[in-house]
């Protein structure tokens, strides 16, 4: 059995479905479709009880979740591709840094953005300051991160899969080209690499 991975379009599953292209792997995809929230499904609880997206199936079974982890394991799986630089590399804590931060602080904005109704009686006032709280991250990560084109110049790593897929949601298409130039090249480095543009362009637009 090869890599099995539970996704949809445009959903976190998309940074994975880069990372595999990367790598040069396939993958059998099994669509969940968000829409209908078909993560909530039982069939699929029983694989992801969180039920949430993206799962991957490994090739002896194991169940892997959280996009996180899913990167990690498959940078762990074939280091060949150079998904990250070596352990000893200072390079490498500085991809690090920036994707724990997109999974530890961003995606939880996400999850409020989208389902607001979920954290209070004034889902609007609850989107509103998932907004505004993502997009002070968003301007951190410029700043700080830098990105020419990439986080770490013209390697690509993981950290930049993670942050162009993440910097397509919460309406950031429209906002990131004026506010995050950094970012927006990013994603358009990241969209325009001849591995992943198939893959990019399954879910995404190319960024302007």
């Not at 300051?129 to 991160?145: C, D, H, N, S």
């Not at 162009?164 to 919460?170: L, T």
């Not at 994603?187 to 990019?200: E, G, I, S």
């Amino acid at each position: 059995m090869g890599y099995i991975l539970y996704g949809d379009r445009r959903s976190g599953s998309s940074m994975v479905e880069l990372a595999l292209a990367e790598i040069g792997a396939e993958a059998e995809i099994r669509p969940v479709p968000i829409e209908g929230e078909g993560q909530l499904a039982p069939d699929y609880r029983r694989i992801n009880p969180m039920g949430r997206l993206p799962t991957l199936l490994l090739p002896d079974g194991t169940v892997v979740t959280e996009s996180a982890a899913i990167l990690l394991t498959l940078e762990a799986r074939h280091p060949e591709a150079g998904l990250l630089p070596p352990g000893a590399d200072p390079r490498r804590a500085v991809a690090l840094r920036w994707m724990m931060l997109a999974a530890g602080e961003l995606y939880p904005c996400v999850t409020r953005y989208d389902y607001p109704e979920r954290f209070g009686a004034a889902p609007d006032s609850i989107r509103e300051a998932a907004v505004a709280m993502a997009r002070g991250f968003w301007r951190l990560i410029e700043a700080e991160a830098r990105p020419a084109p990439f986080i770490l110049g013209d390697r690509l790593s993981l950290a930049d899969l993670a942050l162009a897929v993440q910097s397509r949601w919460m309406g950031n298409e429209a906002w990131m080209p004026a506010h995050c130039p950094g970012i927006q090249g990013l994603a358009r480095a990241v969209a325009t690499r001849p591995r992943l543009a198939a893959a990019w362009a399954r879910h995404f637009d190319l960024p302007g």
